[in-house]
């Protein structure tokens, strides 16, 4: 998610004293704990899968800019759970500070992450409620600290303590990290132990330290369940083999050791989880959840390509049912949407006339929506390769890595260059080349060259599928080249820019996507 980062940085106490018994009893105490609020009827409204606009207007006072922030941005940030990548909606302050914004939905309702800045300031973030059919008029009042707080009605009718305390919520849940020495615990164990002493604790370590409402909580329970799900109990090998890494550096003489990959039976404690719960609709880690189950390896679940729905399902049922606890309903169906936003997001491949075919026979009648969301998804994509076919796949020079840089750049002399370090699993650099889309169209025909560089992090199959949607001058470089060109710019992380000047001079460098406004001042400013 582009809002959140999910924190791993601490190791907990040596579990292997805890008995069986022990386990139990503190799995039954957590649970009865978190099923007080499971059990209460408060909820937010059932989201529906529904194409539709949620309207956003309001006002902003008492803001005082700093010298030479010009205009004021407010960023609406969209989880689209069908088509499974995060969509963000920008507008500015008129000059009476009001603004209105119209926000493209998949669903009835939805949660989403809303930004207050300017190109050199972020003021806050919080997140509000959005309704397809209920306006949200929004009113921000600064106080001469520089702090908000937030007036809103309609929408969700969010009160101003969930909004402002839903994202601080998950970053403890985040940061309040758990650990074992799980390379001793068989995948039984492994799950047992997560459950019980992981999520459980963590949970209630966090629900209640901040003023939220009862329905804010169960949402957040679920936010927390699945995104603790995709990021630990789906990962038992992963985590194995880490902490056996960590033990390793402290005691050297450890021989190898791999985990064993869970089997099918491991996955049974999904049927405590409710799959079909369509409030998980609400949750901004529900996409990647779909994402991970369509690629374990014990389910064996093929890609979707031309195969009917129907008889894809069919085989996905077969395999999972006895381990989630159910054989229809609205988990299979975004399972299935799911499997063709992969291929469009992932491996950046249109929908092909049978799969276009197989979606409207399927999605018909009250699921209509999902084939509408889809198809549209598809247009979309095409229209973004057809615009992107400025696509050159370079050789990176045979030169020493001290003069490959400056050999990149004297190709393009005569043109501003703008140099994008990436990667395809770095989420902000992915966000960023959407930013960028609607600048790099309007420039690269007016003397504007993009050159994309990055490395093997990137799995070279991924990366090729990725820069049909990207477009440029596009170069793969060795492990090697990569490490030594961010250490010569002193960079530490990505996105990362550098951006030339017509005579080959580095004018900017920089970390961080600056926002499209600055980023096109500081090109434009190049051209003249």
Known sequence: MAYIAFLENTTMKNLASFTKQTLFIAYCMMSFSCSNYQNNNVRLPEPTIKEGIAKISGGISNLKLSEGEKKVTIEIGVMNPVTGEESKYVTNLNENNRFSLEVPLECSTAIVGFNIGTDTKKFGYAFIGLAQDKELQINIVFDDKGNFKIDAKGGLNLTYDDMMNIPKTIVLFDEHFTWGDYYKMTPKEFAEHELTIGLKERINATIDLLALSERIKKYLIDEFNIRFLKGRLFYYKESAEKSFKMLEKETPSYSDYTAVEPDKSYYSFLRDFNLNNPQYLYSYSYSDFLK???????????????????????????????????????????????????????????????????????????????????????????KSIKESNDLKVNETPSVTKEKLMNTIIAKYKGSVVFVDFWATWCIPCMNAHKDMKPIKDELKDKGVVFVYLTDGSSSKPLWEEKIKGIGGEQYYLTEGEWNFLMDSFSFSGIPTYLIYDKTGQLKHKFTGFPGTDKMREMIEALLH
């Open 292 to 382: 991970k189950f369509l690629s374990i390896a014990a389910f064996k679940i093929p890609k979707i390509k031309d195969i009917p729905i129907d008889e894809w399902l069919r085989g996905v049922n077969a395999t999972v049912k006895d381990v989630i606890g159910f054989n229809s309903g609205l988990f299979y169906d975004m399972l299935a949407a799911n499997a063709y936003a992969l291929q469009m997001n992932d491996r950046k491949e249109p929908l092909t006339n049978k799969q276009l075919e197989n979606i409207s026979n399927y999605f018909k009648d009250n699921k209509e929506s999902y084939s509408r969301i889809l198809i549209k998804k598809n247009d979309e994509l095409i």
